[in-house]
């Protein structure tokens, strides 16, 4: 089948209250500040958020053009405090590129 026979994918439609639970909080890391010099933003998002989802909800939250999306998964280390065994949680963490000439102020919050 030929690229001009498929049909076209329209993206998904995500409630305004669905989209507030996606994103948990940006990150401000020494890393992460680096990224806003090619037009990345980081933030902590639900795990079991995916990449379309992700993207709608800063594209909606912040009136913003997201051009591509890439998560992480991280798993929680198993650490000692005073003799102690404790876990740190498993959290994902969602890079979002904006387009050319758009930007989002993180530390004003929404």
Do not use: C
């Amino acid at each position: 089948m030929s690229d001009a026979k498929k049909p076209k994918r329209t993206p998904p439609r995500y409630e305004k209250d669905q989209l507030y639970g996606v994103i948990l909080s940006p990150v401000i890391t020494e890393k992460a500040t680096r990224g806003s010099e090619h037009n990345q933003v980081t933030f902590r998002v639900r795990q079991d958020a995916p990449k379309p989802l992700i993207k709608a909800a800063v594209e909606s939250l912040f009136n913003v053009k997201v051009k591509g999306v890439n998560t992480m998964n991280f798993w929680g280390k198993t650490k000692r405090f005073k003799g102690h065994l404790g876990r740190r949680s498993d959290f994902k963490k969602a890079v979002v590129t904006l387009v050319e000439g758009q930007s989002i102020d993180v530390t004003t919050g929404i």
